[in-house]
C-alpha cells in the first residue's frame, strides 16, 4: 500500500479546484522526518482565489493558521511563523514555482489512508506508511 503521491497532485488541488471545501494530506520532511497534516480550502473572492490553510494540532482536529499569500502564511495581516506554516508556505511557493523535483526530493505528501486493522482514517505519517495507526500498531 503506498499513499505517497507527488507534489504535482497538490498543484492539481489548487488549480483545477477553484472552491474547494478542504483537501487533506500530510507532509513528511525526507531531511528531518517531522510531518505535518494540513487542510487547504481554496475560495474565490471578488475575482481573485484565496489558499487557508489548517494544520491538524489533534487527531482530525484542524486549526485554522491563516491564509498563503506570496510566498507565507498571513493572517489579520500580520505574518505567522510557526514551523508548521513555514513548511506549508515552502511548499505552496515551490508549487507556484513549478519546482515539483525539488519539492518531491525534500519531502514526501501522501493522502491520508485507513489503518488495516481498525479502519479508522491515518493523518500522521508514519501510520499512513505502515498501514497501522498508533493503537493498532502497539497490540
Known amino acids: 500500500m503506498n499513499h505517497k503521491i507527488s507534489s504535482t497532485a497538490l498543484s492539481s488541488v489548487l488549480n483545477s479546484e477553484k472552491n474547494n471545501s478542504g483537501a487533506d494530506f500530510t ?5 528531518t522526518g ?3 497534516t494540513y487542510k487547504i ?3 474565490e473572492f471578488k475575482g481573485n482565489f484565496y489558499t487557508h ?8 482536529s ?4 491563516g491564509t498563503y499569500f506570496k510566498g507565507a502564511i498571513r493572517r489579520k495581516g500580520a505574518q ?4 508548521s506554516a ?5 511548499v505552496l511557493n515551490k508549487v507556484e514555482e513549478q519546482r515539483f523535483a525539488l519539492l518531491d526530493e525534500k519531502m514526501d505528501l501522501m493522502h491520508k489512508g485507513s489503518c ?3 479502519g479508522r482514517t491515518l493523518t500522521d505519517a508514519n501510520s499512513i506508511e505502515s498501514g497501522l495507526g498508533p493503537i493498532c500498531r502497539n497490540r
Open 27 to 31: 507532509l513528511k520532511s525526507i531531511a
Open 34 to 36: 517531522k510531518d505535518y
Open 116 to 118: 488495516l486493522v481498525c
Open 80 to 83: 505567522i511563523t510557526t514551523p
Open 86 to 90: 513555514q513548511a506549508i508556505a515552502f
Open 41 to 43: 480550502a481554496r475560495k
Open 53 to 60: 490553510i489548517s494544520v491538524e494540532v489533534g487527531y482530525l
Open 62 to 65: 484542524f486549526e485554522y493558521i
